[in-house]
């Protein structure tokens, strides 16, 4: 009995690290999602605003290809910020352990003594066994007192690639109609169409990692998309046209 437990707490931990290492969730959510969104947007404003066929093809890629590097870049930036100032805390607790040990050792004390489950003997044999390596003490610190978790972050690049490959799959997708089909009014609706589905899909999938209903992830997405598209083509229809007219005038 005992060994299936720990057979199956292996399989789960085991679980876990392979989801945490093959699914980046939030590069490919986020740039789907914007990627789809943003460029329906825009495509809807220009569409809205009575431009040609080509120029409202030629803003959509354009917007696919400037977004798609511009969330690429940010991802890298923010994740190499994210792991600059992860090795920058952990470099402070380390001059700390080497200078001020005693404290380090006492505030491990604390951290243990806000446990329940622990007496007070129980806290002073752990933290005396923890405080004995400075390796042990400084990963359980960064952990317990900083929050810190190496395993949660990825090489920056690896990041951006994906975040830019999410945007792009997701911008192309409204874009695609227009390159098919003629008038631009019913571009724009099949492109619609198209991306809301996508976005039905994305969220749908979402929940197979999230443990979230389906069908409610699934029109959140469909929610956010059809609000950033709308306002857009409104603006684009009032706005854009208003501006054009006093050009030709």
Do not use: C
């Not at 392979?18 to 329906?40: A, C, M, P, Q, Y």
């Not at 900083?146 to 690896?158: I, Y």
């Amino acid at each position: 009995m005992g060994q299936d437990i720990a057979a199956k707490a292996r399989r789960n931990l085991e679980k876990g690290e392979r989801w945490h290492k093959k699914t980046n969730v939030r590069e490919i959510v986020f740039g789907f999602n914007d990627g789809s969104v943003s460029t329906l947007a825009l495509l809807a404003g220009v569409t809205g605003g009575a431009l040609s066929q080509g120029n409202i093809i030629a803003a959509g890629l354009s917007g696919v290809i400037a977004g798609a590097i511009s969330m690429g870049i940010g991802a890298y930036i923010s994740s190499k910020s994210e792991i600059e100032h992860y090795q920058s805390e952990i470099k402070k607790e380390e001059q700390e352990i080497e200078q001020v040990p005693e404290i380090e050792k006492e505030e491990a004390r604390q951290i243990y003594q806000k446990k329940a489950a622990f007496t007070d003997n129980e806290v002073d044999m752990i933290v005396n066994r923890i405080a004995s390596d400075k390796k042990t003490l400084l990963d359980t610190m960064k952990k317990e007192e900083l929050g810190l978790f190496e395993e949660r972050f990825e090489h920056p690049a690896k990041v951006g690639v994906i975040m830019f490959a999410a945007f792009v799959a997701g911008g192309i997708i409204p874009v695609t109609p227009f390159l098919l089909i003629q008038q631009s009014i019913s571009s724009l609706i099949v492109s619609i169409a198209l991306t809301f589905t996508s976005l039905f899909i994305i969220g749908v999938w979402k929940t197979t990692l999230t443990d979230r209903n389906w069908l409610t992830s699934g029109l959140e997405m469909v929610g956010i998309g059809s609000l950033a598209t709308v306002i857009p083509y409104i603006i684009g229809d009032v706005l854009l046209t208003q501006i054009l007219t006093n050009i030709v005038k």
